[in-house]
Every structure is written in structure tokens, then in C-alpha cells.
């Protein structure tokens, strides 16, 4: 009788901050993302341009630590980007189960 296959996917951990309040990060301007969140050659985020705002908030998301999230990102810009992350299927449930928000109407009206 085979185990259960365990995936790597299955396990790793995602920080999830307690409210989406915390979220008190940069609004505009360029963010250099920590080494643990990012570790590419370019850890430069430009958060007034939409692709690498995009781009810095996946990572922030998937990578960060709590304090990481809490300092990185900001709220109003997550809940507008949400729907364009490009996440792993665990870790965007966990954040959509603990922030409705993130899927209701009203982040997709300010997303658009």
C-alpha cells in the first residue's frame, strides 16, 4: 500500500498578516525587496509601475514574513492588484479565507 505523495506545494509555509489594516506599506516610488523575499539580481521594485508592482507584491506575498508584509505592502494597493497575482493555489486561498475582500466585488471594481 502506497503513502500519500506529500509535495513540496502541499506544505510550505505562507505568512498571512492578521489584518489587512497592518498592511502600511510604501505607496509610490522604488522598494528594494529583502534578500529572503527576493534573492534575483533585481530586487528593485518601481511601485508606480503597474507590472512591478505586480511583480514585488508576488513576491512579498509568497515570501514574506508577517512584519515583512506589514512593512512592504500596502492595503488599498494589494486589494487593487489582487486578481493579477500570479499565486500558488494554497497560498492565494489562505489570503482570500482570511480577507474576503480580496474576492468580492468590490476589490475587482477597484482593480478595474
Avoid: K
Amino acid at each position: 500500500m502506497n503513502a500519500p505523495r506529500i509535495r513540496y506545494q502541499d506544505v510550505v509555509p505562507y505568512d498571512v498578516p492578521p489584518s489587512l489594516d497592518l498592511l502600511t506599506g510604501p505607496t509610490g516610488g522604488h522598494l528594494e525587496l529583502p534578500h529572503s523575499v527576493h534573492w534575483g539580481p533585481s530586487r528593485v521594485v518601481d511601485l508606480d509601475d503597474p507590472s512591478e508592482l505586480v511583480w514585488g507584491y508576488q513576491a512579498v506575498v509568497r515570501e514574506g514574513t508577517v512584519r515583512q508584509q506589514q512593512e512592504l505592502l500596502d492595503a488599498a494597493a494589494l486589494v487593487r492588484v489582487w486578481r493579477d497575482l500570479i499565486l500558488p493555489v494554497r497560498c492565494r486561498a489562505l489570503w482570500e479565507d482570511a480577507f474576503p475582500v480580496l474576492t468580492s466585488n468590490a476589490s475587482a471594481d477597484v482593480a478595474g
